[in-house]
């Protein structure tokens, strides 16, 4: 029987404790649930000097070997991430010697994954120049600017390309991992692993990190506030500029500038990203015909759906239904 696929996640003190022990626990558990007659996973942990490291929790995570006693050739390596609280927001941790010995083990290395703030880490290695990458919402903006070589997309759950890997914060590493079980040893092992642990099974790397409310920054004015939560439960009515306007009893010159200094988008893309977030939950969840999903969400017709798939998602309606 071929020998264990070898997994190797990079910890270093200040990570998130499920950054690593996230992915860890879905390969272990796809290995008892493969069984003893088929190649599982062996996971390790290395750390710089192999000593063990405080995670952001304060659990003091054991390392299996150093970073110099790490060999060639590795299945796979997860790098996982930190984030520091600082005044204003968040600081993605950059270790250098954590990048650097990254730089020199990924020729090495079969697939390489980050999770959440560990995508900066393998920008700093050069490893995700000119790749699509995604990382924590929080910190997507910081790795565009640091490195703009990288095509930062903040919005997925994870994105692969090619043999590279990135992921968003913290539980969506563990759906990263679930789908490199998938890819290794098929979508039937993925579900029964999945269904051992209990994990939510349709979270595929194409789905949102955040609902459109939570991707809109909140307002600090009432009257914003209180409109979205109308227009979420109201998507199929009339929800024009002119109509917003005028049950904010504003006029729509004054309306349009106001939404967009509260919200930094426009009511036009707002409404339509809500629009499209109540359709791919019907797609996902249901079995209605295009023309209802169309209806449904507000955005009226089948050619109207498709074209808001394909612009915003790069899809069609089907196959995101086939996919999610």
Same mark, same amino acid.
């Given at each position: 029987?071929?020998?264990?696929?070898?997994?190797?996640?990079?910890?270093?003190?200040?990570?998130?404790?499920?950054?690593?022990?996230?992915?860890?626990?879905?390969?272990?558990?796809?290995?008892?649930?493969?069984?003893?007659?088929?190649?599982?996973?062996?996971?390790?942990?290395?750390?710089?000097?192999? @000593?063990? $490291? *405080?995670?952001?929790? !304060?659990?003091? &995570?054991?390392?299996?070997? =150093?970073?110099?006693? /790490?060999?060639?050739?590795?299945?796979?390596?997860?790098?996982?991430?930190?984030?520091?609280?600082?005044?204003?927001?968040?600081?993605?941790?950059?270790?250098?010697?954590?990048?650097?010995?990254?730089?020199?083990?990924?020729?090495?290395?079969?697939?390489?994954?980050?999770?959440?703030?560990?995508?900066?880490?393998?920008?700093?290695?050069?490893?995700?120049?000119?790749?699509?990458?995604?990382?924590?919402?929080?910190?997507?903006?910081?790795?565009?600017?640091?490195?703009?070589?990288?095509?930062?997309?903040?919005?997925?759950?994870?994105?692969?390309?090619?043999?590279?890997?990135?992921?968003?914060?913290?539980?969506?590493?563990?759906?990263?991992?679930? @789908?490199? $079980? *998938?890819?290794?040893? !098929?979508?039937? &092992?993925?579900?029964?692993? =999945?269904?051992?642990? /209990?994990?939510?099974?349709?979270?595929?790397?194409?789905?949102?990190?955040?609902?459109?409310?939570?991707?809109?920054?909140?307002?600090?004015?009432?009257?914003?506030?209180?409109?979205?939560?109308?227009?979420?439960?109201?998507?199929?009515?009339?929800?024009?500029?002119?109509?917003?306007?005028?049950?904010?009893?504003?006029?729509?010159?004054?309306?349009?500038?106001?939404?967009?200094?509260?919200?930094?988008?426009?009511?036009?893309?707002?409404?339509?990203?809500?629009?499209?977030?109540?359709?791919?939950?019907?797609?996902?969840?249901?079995?209605?015909?295009?023309?209802?999903?169309?209806?449904?969400?507000?955005?009226?017709?089948?050619?109207?759906?498709?074209?808001?798939?394909?612009?915003?998602? !790069?899809?069609?309606?089907?196959?995101?239904?086939?996919?999610?």
């Amino acid at each position: 029987m071929p020998a264990p696929h070898r997994i190797v996640i990079v910890a270093f003190p200040g990570i998130e404790l499920l950054d690593a022990t996230g992915p860890a626990e879905v390969f272990s558990v796809a290995s008892r649930v493969a069984g003893a007659d088929r190649p599982g996973y062996r996971v390790l942990i290395a750390t710089p000097d192999g @000593a063990p $490291v *405080a995670t952001s929790s !304060g659990v003091r &995570l054991l390392a299996d070997l =150093a970073f110099e006693e /790490v060999a060639a050739p590795i299945d796979t390596l997860v790098v996982a991430g930190a984030i520091e609280l600082v005044e204003g927001g968040v600081e993605p941790v950059v270790d250098r010697e954590v990048a650097a010995w990254l730089r020199r083990a990924a020729p090495g290395a079969g697939r390489i994954g980050s999770v959440c703030a560990g995508a900066h880490l393998l920008a700093a290695a050069g490893l995700l120049e000119g790749r699509p990458a995604t990382t924590h919402w929080l910190t997507a903006d910081r790795l565009a600017a640091d490195h703009p070589g990288v095509r930062v997309d903040p919005d997925p759950i994870f994105i692969r390309d090619g043999r590279v890997w990135t992921c968003a914060g913290v539980t969506s590493g563990m759906d990263m991992a679930l @789908a490199m $079980v *998938a890819e290794d040893h !098929g979508q039937d &092992l993925a579900l029964a692993t =999945a269904r051992t642990m /209990v994990m939510y099974v349709k979270r595929s790397g194409g789905q949102s990190q955040f609902s459109v409310p939570l991707s809109v920054r909140s307002s600090s004015d009432d009257r914003i506030d209180g409109l979205r939560r109308w227009i979420a439960e109201h998507l199929t009515e009339d929800l024009s500029l002119e109509a917003l306007a005028a049950r904010t009893h504003l006029s729509a010159r004054h309306f349009s500038r106001l939404f967009r200094q509260r919200t930094s988008t426009t009511p036009a893309a707002y409404v339509e990203a809500a629009r499209l977030e109540a359709a791919r939950r019907l797609l996902e969840d249901g079995d209605r015909s295009l023309p209802e999903v169309a209806a449904a969400s507000g955005l009226g017709s089948v050619e109207t759906l498709h074209r808001v798939f394909r612009r915003r998602l !790069g899809t069609t309606p089907a196959e995101y239904r086939r996919r999610f």
